[in-house]
């Protein structure tokens, strides 16, 4: 059966990842022994990535749009408000998220879709519900343990018509 | 009267057949409905009676409100075993209201919570979420009845099978089978014997569906491929495979090493001929036959039902000093 998957993770959590991955390992490398300065350097160097990797997860878990106050409490407050309004401009720049005027503050949003969002709070939906099944009809309910082969054998049958 | 009151409570496994029999052999769309009402008419029935039990049972407990004359011997005599029995409809019939009740809050706060994670989607009828694990819902409700598919599953379908998917999900919601679907599944708390019901309509809801695609779609076997696929897509996917498992239901779930389950029962009728808009069968075939003893069977039933729950009001009635 053929059946492409569309990766859905979040792309822009990756990538940050990934490059301060790859710039933390190369100076570990070069760098050993340099001294205080360096390594608090290389830490505060790979928290920018690593940050901004942080507010957009929270943001993710939002639902809705969220102001920088709810992120800043959402992260356990080790950062400064004003950190996390540099970081949300940041991301902004990079059009990892978006801002809509609310009040006096704005409300930010995770700008990669309002889709993926979406199926992120239906997938906790879906997840927590046991008897889900009772309310919403699905397409195609469980197989048991024998009906995976009858089926394949139903539709390998040659067309009758 | 006698034992006669119990009746309600123990009729409706008198109902097992007529589901077995209309699942198979009666259109989808009827067996629904009859199942549905049969389902429905015996929880009533069965709800009725134990409330007079309680009511027999709590007006000889010293200090209740109940009148005095509900408690006399005359009344008592129409219940065999009146303490036992009255007492043990005080827990039976907590236990029906507050499993009715939970049934109901959860059924509406799955429709709340999944109407509140497509807020912010634009309100077209179909919510595509792109999540790698496949779905699709119909979702009843909230400002307008919505389809909710994943990408996973629609990137598993060829074009006329989404069709056929979006015309199966479109039929769920105009013939509003999640009434059908609540209201059985009230009934099975109400008395754990009409489960079987739900079971049965719980799969005729689908097959209608089914057919109801078909014909939208026009090729029967579109729509089978379709459903097989999206099954064996499931399958593949542990995370929901193991959910609908534990929603699927109990009683197929035990008999599913002998017979098949509802996907390949649906696959293998929808590659058959579609099946007969005629009401009913012919009362000359074999089928017919079983058909017809059996909604004999149950009409009985919920005519007895009904029967004791109204002689128990009388004799109430003609007890109650005015």
């Not at chain 1, 809509?100 to 927590?128: I, K, N």
């Not at chain 2, 006329?160 to 039929?171: T, V």
């Not at chain 2, 013939?175 to 014997?193: I, S």
């Not at chain 2, 128990?312 to 009635?317: G, R, S």
């Amino acid at each position: 059966m053929r059946c492409s998957r569309r990766a859905t993770g979040p792309r822009v959590y990756t990538m940050a990842d990934r490059e301060t991955a790859g710039n933390g390992g190369k100076r570990q490398a070069t760098e050993r022994g340099q001294g205080v300065t360096d390594d608090r350097q290389r830490s505060r160097r790979r928290g920018q990535g690593e940050l901004e990797a942080l507010v957009l997860s929270a943001l993710r878990e939002a639902d809705g749009p969220a102001t920088a106050g709810w992120v800043q409490e959402r992260l356990g407050g080790d950062l400064a408000y004003t950190t996390v309004i540099t970081i949300l401009t940041r991301l902004l720049a990079k059009g990892a998220v978006t801002r809509e005027r609310g009040g006096r503050s704005f409300a930010w949003l995770p700008a990669s879709d309002e889709a993926g969002l979406a199926a992120h709070r239906m997938r906790r939906v879906l997840d927590g519900e046991r008897d889900r099944e009772a309310v919403l009809a699905s397409f195609v309910t469980g197989l048991g343990p024998e009906d995976e082969r009858l089926l394949r054998e139903l539709l390998d049958r040659p067309e009758a018509d | 009267m006698g034992v006669f009151v119990f009746l309600p409570l123990v009729l409706p496994l008198t109902a097992w057949p007529v589901a077995r029999l209309a699942e198979q052999h009666l259109h989808p769309r009827t067996a629904t409905r009859l199942l549905t009402g049969v389902a429905a008419v015996m929880a009533v029935c069965s709800t009725v009676c134990l409330g007079l039990l309680m009511v027999v049972g709590t007006a000889q407990l010293p200090g209740n409100p109940l009148p005095d004359g509900w408690s006399d011997p005359e009344v008592r005599a129409a219940v065999p075993h009146d303490e036992i029995a009255g007492r043990a409809a005080i827990p039976a019939l907590c236990v029906v209201a507050l499993l009715c009740a939970r049934t109901l809050w959860r059924h509406r706060r799955v429709r709340r919570r999944a109407h509140r994670a497509l807020a912010g989607l634009p309100g077209t009828e179909v919510a595509v979420l792109p999540d790698g694990v496949p779905y699709a819902y119909a979702l009843p409700g909230g400002r307008r009845d919505r389809i909710v598919v994943s990408t996973a599953l629609l990137d598993c379908l060829e074009p006329a099978e989404r069709r056929a998917l979006f015309a199966h999900e479109r039929a769920h919601l105009a013939a509003r089978h999640h009434r059908h679907l609540l209201a059985v599944q009230l009934a099975a708390r109400a008395n754990p014997f009409l489960r079987p019901l739900r079971t049965a309509v719980a799969y005729t809801a689908e097959r209608w569906a089914d057919e109801e695609a078909a014909r939208t779609v026009g090729s029967r076997r579109t729509v089978a491929r379709a459903i097989g696929r999206a099954a064996l897509v499931s399958r593949a996917a542990p995370h929901a495979a193991l959910a609908s498992f534990a929603g699927l239901a109990f009683f197929t779930g035990l008999a599913s090493f002998a017979a098949p389950g509802p996907v390949p029962r649906r696959v293998t009728a929808l590659l058959g001929p579609a099946p007969t808009v005629r009401r009913w069968p012919s009362v000359f075939t074999t089928v017919g036959l079983a058909v017809w003893c059996a909604a004999a069977g149950t009409a009985v039933s919920a005519m007895s039902s009904a029967n004791s729950a109204v002689t128990m009001l009388v004799i109430l009635h003609a007890a109650t000093p005015l």
